[in-house]
C-alpha cells in the first residue's frame, strides 16, 4: 500500500506540472538546482511510462514465480519453472517496451539499476575482465601456493565475532551516532543520512563470512552517511546507481579489507578474540585463507577472482534471451556449457548449484546483475586514482587510519550523490570514464603476488 501511494503521488499531474515549470526557469538555478530536475524529470518519466495494469500484472506474476521457484529450485527440477518464468520475460518485455529503448529491450531494463549503460557497452567491458580472469583463475589454481588453515574445525563464537566487527566498523570511520549494526537471516545495508542499518549473520564454523560481510555493508553505509545533508530528499542525496553503490561497498570488503596491509594492523585484536581458534595462524596465513580462490558453482559463495565470471555468465544469458536469441527452455543447457567453459566445472543439477540458484529471475529483476561487475570494475578505477593522489595509502592502511581515504571517497563519490551520471563522476574523479584497466591491474598484481605467480 505505500509503495502504491507513493507511485501515486511521484506520477502525480501535479508533480509533471512544477517540473515543467522548474525546467522552463533553468536559466535561474544553480547547477546543483539544474542536477535535482534533471534526475527528478528521470524518475517521474520512467514512473509514468508504465500503466499500471502492468504494473499490477507483473506484481502478480513475480509472486507466481518466486513461489514456483522456491520449490523447483528444492527439487532442481526446471521443468516445473521454465513455464511461469516464460510468462515474466513476456512481461518484462512489455515493460521495456513501456520504458522505450534503442536496441535491445534489456537495454530499457539495466537502465533502472546502472543509468547510462547498455548491453553493448557492459558487453566490451565484460569481455575485457573475461579475458584476463579466466587465464588468471587457471594459473592461481594451478599454483602450489594454497591456504592451510582450515576454520571449520574451531568454533569462532558468534558474540565475539560481533565484538570485533563492531570495533572495526567504528576505527574505519563508520558513524554509530547515525547507524547501527544487527543480526539478520539475509546481510544488507537500508536507511539513509541519521540512521544506516548493517545487518549480517554469523557462521561459527566461517568467521569470514561475517567479517566481510560487515565490512561489505559497512562500504554502502559510508556511502549512505557521506552524503551531502543539505540536499536530503532530493535526487542528490541518492546514491548515483547500483554499480556505484558496489563499488563502495566491494573496495572496503576487498581492495582495503582482504589486504595484507588492513591485516597487519587488526590481526592482533582479531587474535585477542580467538587466541586459541587461531593457534598457529599469522596474518599473511589468513589473508591467504580469505583470498581462497576456488572453481564454485555457487555466486553468493563465489571469490574475489571468479565473482564477475559469474556475472557475466547471467548478463550474457539475460543478453541473448532479450534479444530473442535463446529461448527460456534453452537456459539450463546455455548455463551448463558457459560455467564450463569459465569455470571449468558443470553443476550436479538446475537447482542450488545451478540455473535456479539465484532469486534474482524468478522476482522480475532483469538486467540488475551487471551492477555488481560494474561495482568491481569502478572500485579499480577509483582505487587507481587513489593510490597516485595517497601514495603512502597502504601505509595510512597498515597504521589504522582511514581518514584521508575516507575523505577521498566523501569528496569524489559520495556528497555528490547523483549531481553527474556515472561517467561524468568517473570522469572528475579520474580523468576517464568507466574502463577496466585499474581493475584488471589490481587484479593481476593482487593475486599474482598472493599466489607467487
Ligand atoms: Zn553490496
Redesign the pocket.
Known amino acids: 500500500m505505500i509503495s502504491g501511494l507513493a507511485h501515486e503521488r511521484l506520477t502525480s499531474p501535479k508533480i509533471g506540472e512544477m517540473i515543467e515549470k522548474l525546467k522552463s526557469a533553468n536559466g535561474e538555478l544553480s547547477d546543483a538546482e539544474k542536477a535535482n530536475v534533471r534526475e527528478m524529470s528521470r524518475d517521474f518519466d520512467r514512473a509514468t511510462k508504465v500503466p499500471q495494469e502492468l504494473v499490477e500484472e507483473l506484481s502478480r506474476q513475480e509472486s507466481l514465480a518466486h513461489d514456483v521457484w522456491t520449490r523447483a529450485r528444492e527439487q532442481a527440477d526446471y521443468s516445473m519453472f521454465a513455464p511461469e518464468l516464460e510468462k515474466l520475460v513476456a512481461l518484462t518485455k512489455k515493460l521495456a517496451d513501456a520504458y522505450g529503448y534503442e536496441g535491445t529491450p534489456l537495454n530499457a531494463l539495466i537502465e533502472g539499476f546502472e543509468p547510462g549503460a547498455t548491453v553493448d557497452s557492459l558487453t566490451k567491458l565484460f569481455d575485457e575482465v573475461k579475458a584476463v580472469t579466466v587465464p588468471l583463475t587457471e594459473k592461481v589454481i594451478a599454483s602450489p601456493v594454497k591456504a592451510k588453515f582450515d576454520f571449520q574445525k574451531n568454533k569462532f563464537a558468534a558474540e565475539k565475532q560481533k565484538a570485533f566487527g563492531e570495533t572495526l566498523i567504528e576505527k574505519i570511520g563508520f558513524d554509530k551516532q547515525a547507524g547501527r549494526l544487527d543480526t539478520s537471516i539475509h546481510p544488507f545495508?537500508s536507511g539513509g543520512l541519521g540512521d544506516v542499518r548493517l545487518t549480517t549473520r554469523y557462521n561459527e564454523h566461517a568467521p569470514q563470512q561475517a567479517i566481510f560481510g560487515i565490512i561489505?555493508?559497512m562500504g554502502?553505509g559510508l556511502y549512505e552517511q557521506g552524503v551531502a545533508p543539505e540536499t536530503y530528499g532530493t535526487p542528490l542525496s541518492e546514491a548515483l546507481s547500483y554499480g556505484l553503490?558496489?563499488s563502495q561497498?566491494?573496495m572496503w570488503e576487498n581492495y582495503i579489507g582482504r589486504s595484507l596491509p588492513f591485516w597487519m594492523h587488526f590481526y592482533p585484536s582479531l587474535k585477542q578474540q580467538f587466541d586459541k581458534e587461531l593457534a598457529g595462524m599469522s596474518a599473511e596465513d589468513w589473508v591467504l585463507t580469505v583470498n581462497h580462490v576456488e572453481r564454485s558453482l555457487v555466486r553468493v559463495e563465489a571469490d574475489e577472482l571468479t565473482y564477475d565470471l559469474h556475472i557475466i555468465l547471467r548478463f550474457e544469458i539475460e543478453r541473448d534471451l532479450f534479444a530473442g536469441l535463446i529461448s527460456v527452455s534453452d537456459l539450463p543447457a546455455v548455463w551448463n556449457k558457459k560455467i564450463e567453459a569459465y569455470l571449468g566445472i558443470t553443476p550436479p543439477n538446475d537447482g542450488k548449484e545451478g540455473v535456479m540458484q539465484d532469486v534474482h529471475w524468478a522476482g522480475g529483476s532483469f538486467g540488475y546483475f551487471p551492477s555488481y561487475s560494474v561495482g568491481n570494475i569502478a572500485a579499480g578505477q577509483l582505487w587507481k586514482k587513489m593510490n597516485s593522489d595517497m601514495p603512502n595509502m597502504s601505509k595510512q592502511i597498515e597504521s589504522g587510519n582511514f581518514g584521508e581515504i575516507l575523505s577521498w571517497l566523501r569528496e569524489h563519490v559520495h556528497q555528490l550523490g547523483r549531481r553527474y551520471t556515472r561517467d561524468e563522476l568517473l570522469k572528475k574523479a579520474t580523468g576517464k570514464p568507466l574502463e577496466t584497466e585499474g581493475y584488471l591491474t589490481y587484479l593481476t598484481e593482487k593475486f599474482g603476488s598472493l599466489y607467487k605467480l
Open positions: 545495508c561489505h555493508e554502502h553503490h558496489e561497498s566491494r
